[in-house]
């Protein structure tokens, strides 16, 4: 059977034998789709224009389309089976990201070069050091290649039950080493002395190749929780693998804790949230720690949301609005083609605003003004003027759901000590969508309660922070060890706190 | 209809818990059944809550607040309700499956069946596929219907239809589905009876069940 892929003028053949689901077959010729799901046919998202001998459609698959891509031959890559020559069209878009960090009080304590690295389910970022004077030579960042085995640890895990670990060890592993080359060759340097490697417990075990499989069901027991030295070499250097706080507070958290300095402020109170899929949340109360993880989900990363995507090129990542107009930027200053996390937080904002959806969240279907009101498969929906692109009925609730998680694990987080948002200090921000949100949106739509929106501090990638600092001074580790020591997580499953809190928090007036 | 009965019902929509549960006690001392309270009024003010959430009109929050005015007045029907003999249209284990903690799906499940007046069993979380079975003996019931919110979890499900198959319940009793990342084709892979998107559509489908 004869497979073409077409991009632009380029185009590329090969031939495969056997039947094979889509997916399978595009996972090894390399091109690599967003699979949120990770294949569980619920998200939609693993679209491609193909046309041939393919499965007809069935009637899970074409719920997930539209009209208009079932006439372009778009198809779920994880429903449809290859029964012949086939033409795939695939659509390759970059996503960049930055990764910004800062460094809190070190000393230097080695010599020759190292290499930082934090692995976030979505991205990861690296970063070359010469260990005698502190400074940064060069620097990596690539969308982790575990991308097409789920977008989300769960899903990952789920993977790896079916097809065991090893080909999402080998798919990071195989990433890091290229990035590390990368970095040597921009620096200019040949050879790495040493490195550390963190990230979120789950990403540790996938690097590790260890058992993932307890991990994803309660009571979420981890083989490892690190601090220890890796069984393996990045580019022949020996890895030190930072510790977790729990299965679902990693390395990452710990990382980023340190980056902040939060344990040496013990006379304060202080807020930590990475607002990424987990949505770990930190309250530093006079040095003791408090943490959770709220399981926010990735609609700020566009998934689930109808025309969500990454932060890439033509996505609304900026809406706002002036004398009742409202006016849109999009990554890269291109046609808008969809909406990411910081533009959908605006436009909710906005849509809260002018009051073209209610306390509850429901749109007005009679609203008036900016922006027409639609339907969308079947869905109400506003249309952010000039643009095709809308946000949802479904949308609205999809945000509802993931604001409130965050809100809600910040409420528990301050109940455990009967505080109230006023008592803290300072809000630290972590991950790149905190960094391009908007914080006014973000407070109006209740991602957070609203006092805190003045004492924000973004950190940027407080986990590779944390990574380097590790690596520029070892006894930094002595720091590790008592934010281990001095954390303490708080379950939210069964947690009647939480429950409430969450609850009252999906509503648009409750904070 | 009864103006009064027309009351509660919107009462209960609105979500006012306090003035529902007086409306529901002055509608009895007023001399009107407690079964017609309960259906004409209550059951038929879910539904509509029920049909709104469907639609995506209201979500999470309203239902659960329609869900505490139900409550209250319940507490004021229950005795009346016992005394006057009523029959249930049938009865509904539910649970998340082993290893999953999530319940906001499932409580909302629970709230629309009863909205359609089906008795149901709350095992809670983290339940084992055994647990179903042997709720489901002791209560007589005529559906077994689980939640899983992680695509770790739902495999959990096919133990629970295994584990009915192999009892003596086998015929007797339906298997419902849902959550999340729960999909028709994967009802149909694992052999449960019925999936359902939303809480809405599976009291409905509950109720087709019981009543068929
Ligand atoms: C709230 C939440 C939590 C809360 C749970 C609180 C509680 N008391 O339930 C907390 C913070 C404790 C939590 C914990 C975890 N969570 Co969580 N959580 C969520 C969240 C934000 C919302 C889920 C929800 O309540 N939805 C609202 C309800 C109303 O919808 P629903 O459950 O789908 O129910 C409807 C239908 O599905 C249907 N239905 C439901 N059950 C049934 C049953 C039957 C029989 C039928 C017919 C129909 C039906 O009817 C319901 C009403 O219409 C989602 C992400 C998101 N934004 O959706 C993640 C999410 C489900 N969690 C996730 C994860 C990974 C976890 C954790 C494992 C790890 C973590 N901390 O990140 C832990 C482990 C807990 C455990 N063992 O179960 C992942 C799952 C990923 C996957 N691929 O499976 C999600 C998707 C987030 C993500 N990271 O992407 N979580
Ligand atoms: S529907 Fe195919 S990966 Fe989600």
Redesign the pocket.
Known sequence: MKIKVIEGKRIHECLIKKNIRLDMLLKQIGILLDMP??G?HTCGKCKVRVSGKLSTLTKDERKLLTEDEVKNNIRLACFTKVFGDINIYPNVDATDTLSMITLPKYNLTGKGYGLAVDIGTTTVAMQLYDLSTGKMLSEALGVNAQGSF??????RI?NAADNGNKYQQDAIQNQLNLMAKDCITQAGVDYINKSVITGNTTMLHFYEGLEVKNL???P?TPTSLFGMKSNHTLVKSPIYLPKCIG??IGADITCTILATEMIHHSDKIELLADLG???EVVLNIYGKLYC????????FEG??LTFGMKAGKGAIAKVSIKANKVFYKTVGNTPAKGICGSGILDAVSIMLELKIIDETGHIDSEFEGPGKIIYHNEELAWQIPGTKISVTQKDIR?IQ??K??IF??IKTLLKKENLSPEDIDTFYIAGGFGHYMNRHSAANIGLFPKELEDRIKLIGNGALSGAATLLLDTDQRVNEKSIISKSKEI?????PT??EH?VDGMLFSHY | MNEKLTEISSLLQAGKAGKCKKAVKAAVDEGIDAQTILNEALLSGMDVVGRK??ANEIF?PEVLVAARCMNKSLDVLKPLLLKEGSEPVGTVI?G?VK???????????NI?MQGKGLTVIDLG??VPAEKFVEAAKENNADIV??????????GEMQGVVDAVKASDLADKVKI???????TSDFCEEIGAD?????????AE??YEICVA
Do not use: R, W
Not at chain 1, 292 to 299: E, H, I
Not at chain 2, 99 to 109: E, P, Q, S
Not at chain 2, 145 to 154: E, N, Q, R, W
């Open positions: 799901c990770g569980n789920g977008a989300d640890v769960i899903s789920q994803a069901t309660a979420f299965s679902y899929t987990n949505g959770a993880s709220t399981a926010a989900g990735p609609a998934a689930n999809q759901l993931a409130s998680a809600a694990g379950e939210l499953s069964g947690n939480f429950s969450y | 959430f469907k999470v539910l998340t290893g999953d903690l999530h319940d906001i799906g499932k409580n909302l499940v629309m979380v983290d219907a689980c939640s899983a919110l992680l695509t770790t979890t739902m419902m589905i849902g959550g999340a990342p729960i019925v999936y359902s998107v939303d809480g809405s559509e599976a489908a509950a």
